[in-house]
C-alpha cells in the first residue's frame, strides 16, 4: 500500500514548462513501472507516460519529445518533466502504476496542469 501524492501543477503559458513530482509515503524500488495519467474535463483518462525501474521509458505520441518522465527510487519520487506545453495539455494529473491491468485504486487527488495566455 504505497500511498501516491502528486505536486507541481499550475498555471502556465504555452510554450512553458512545469515539472510534476509523484511522492511515494513507501518504497517504489519494488514498483517495476510507473506512470503518469492525465484527465481533461468531459474525457478519459490516459496514460501519458511510463518508466520502469531499469529506466526505460514510453510515451504517448501526443507528448513525446516534449515531456520526460524519470524516477528516483531513493527518493521514492516519480517525476514528469513538461516542456512547450500547449493548451490541450491542460489536465488534472496522476501517477499509478504504469500499467492498466494493475492499477491501484483509489487515486490520488491529482494535480492540475492549465497551459492557457
Known amino acids: 500500500q504505497v500511498q501516491l501524492v502528486e505536486s507541481g501543477g499550475g498555471l502556465v503559458q504555452p510554450g512553458g514548462s512545469l515539472r510534476l513530482s509523484c511522492a511515494a509515503s513507501?518504497?517504489?524500488?519494488?514498483?517495476?513501472?510507473m506512470g503518469w495519467y492525465r484527465q481533461a474535463p468531459g474525457e478519459q483518462r490516459e496514460l501519458v507516460a511510463t518508466?520502469?525501474?531499469?529506466?526505460?521509458?514510453n510515451y504517448a505520441d501526443s507528448v513525446k519529445g516534449r515531456f520526460t518522465i524519470s524516477r528516483d527510487n531513493a527518493k521514492n519520487t516519480v517525476y514528469l518533466q513538461m516542456n512547450s506545453l500547449k493548451p490541450e495539455d491542460t489536465a488534472v494529473y496522476f501517477c499509478?502504476?504504469?500499467?492498466?491491468?494493475?492499477?491501484?485504486?483509489?487515486w490520488g487527488q491529482g494535480t492540475q496542469v492549465t497551459v492557457s495566455s
Open positions: 513507501g518504497s517504489i524500488f519494488s514498483i517495476y513501472i
Open positions: 499509478n502504476i504504469g500499467r492498466w491491468g494493475s492499477i491501484r485504486n483509489p
Open positions: 518508466i520502469t525501474s531499469g529506466g526505460s521509458t
